[in-house]
């Protein structure tokens, strides 16, 4: 599976979405912080929890790290910036573009009855 297949499949659950947005919040959470964090939305157990911790691990959109008895989980927003590029950034572009003739055509006509 291609890294990008990766990070779609990742951001397509949204409890995952969930841990990436509590971990964009405050960052270097453990997996007893993040349950709790799903559990104020929907009932998952620490078990689920660290399956979709490794899913999100797996498309490298999380890292972690030990300190001392405990995991640490971070944010690694890089493939969500490459998808950004790759996929959504060149359709902006031309949204702005496409938006500027637009606004240029509604001004003429407003001008020129």
Not at 92 to 113: C, F, H, M, S, V
């Given at each position: ?9 990742a ?10 947005d ?9 997996l007893?912080?993040l ?10 157990t620490?078990?689920?929890v ?10 490298r959109?999380?890292t972690?790290r030990?300190?001392g ?16 590029r ?5 359709y ?22």
């Open positions: 599976m291609d890294d990008s297949d990766l990070v779609f499949k951001l397509a659950d949204p409890i995952r979405r969930l841990l990436l509590a971990l964009f919040e405050r960052d270097g959470r453990s007893g912080e349950e709790a964090v799903v559990n104020e939305h929907v009932e998952m620490r078990f689920g660290a399956k979709h911790l490794r899913l999100l691990e797996a498309a959109l999380v972690s030990k300190r008895r405990e995991r640490l989980h971070h944010l690694n927003p890089v493939p969500i910036q490459q998808i950004h790759r996929w959504i950034g060149k902006t572009e031309r949204a702005t573009i496409a938006g500027a003739l637009l606004d240029l055509k509604a001004q003429l006509e407003e001008n020129n009855p």
